[in-house]
């Protein structure tokens, strides 16, 4: 089980990650757990703020296929992993085992 922290994820697409991570602990920036991965929504957040606050934790940011510019700020910010949203929704367990298995 993983602790998961997610950045700028909006309450409904929360509840799918829960779905789809069932097992696993998501929590938000006010939680006290240091997150064992980071998924960010790059269209809510600013990446290069994410990668410096969790310098050392795998970051995985998601945006929607039309933001390409986006997508490339946070591939520029050093995210470990850079997907458009409906990748996450159909791989996001995979995805969440790869990141979080050197960790």
Known sequence: MATILLCGVDTFFRAKLE???AGHHLVTSDSVDW???V??????????EVSDTYPDVPILGFGGHTDTSGLRR????GFDQV??????QERAAQIVEELTATS
């Open 19 to 21: 779905a789809l991570l």
């Open 35 to 37: 997150p064992d991965l």
């Open 39 to 48: 998924i960010a929504d790059i269209s809510r957040v600013d990446p290069e």
């Open 74 to 77: 946070a591939h520029a910010a």
């Open 83 to 88: 997907i458009v949203k409906n990748a996450l």
